[in-house]
């Protein structure tokens, strides 16, 4: 498995969950850049947040102080630490390696993981 996600589950409205992604040895230093996606049902796969080589993160708007994106090098993991969560926030979280710098667009990833569900109660 080229990219295999963790850490869904349930919580609670302002609660927090940290996603984890183990990333294949075989994409070590091969990624423009990773990310993190989402998709609620019978809505489009939409980028929460990525981090390029260079470490530079990118998160939408919704994210943003919210959710951290980061890549452990050493241990092969993307993660995203979800804090202050929301019932809107209830989704299937994919991770994903981008062909691009950015990582901001569906269209954009180049392989997935099978995704892991987060549901958040009111």
């Known amino acids: 498995v080229d990219l295999a996600e963790s850490g869904g589950g349930e919580a609670e409205t302002g609660g927090s969950l940290t996603l984890s992604c183990a990333v294949s040895?075989?994409?070590?230093?091969?990624?423009?850049?990773m990310g993190w996606f989402l998709q609620a049902p019978v809505k489009a796969r939409e980028a929460v947040a990525s981090v390029d080589k260079s470490g530079r993160t990118r998160y939408q708007d919704f994210a943003e102080g919210r959710f951290t994106i980061a890549y452990d090098n050493i241990n092969l993991t993307l993660s995203l630490e979800m804090n202050s969560l929301k019932p809107e926030d209830t989704a299937t979280y994919y991770c994903?390696?981008?062909?691009?710098?950015?990582?901001?667009?569906?269209?954009?990833?180049?392989?997935w993981g099978l995704g892991t569900q987060v549901t958040v109660s009111s």
């Open positions: 040895r075989f994409f070590n230093n091969r990624w423009p850049s």
């Open positions: 994903a390696i981008c062909g691009d710098d950015y990582c901001v667009s569906r269209y954009a990833a180049d392989y």
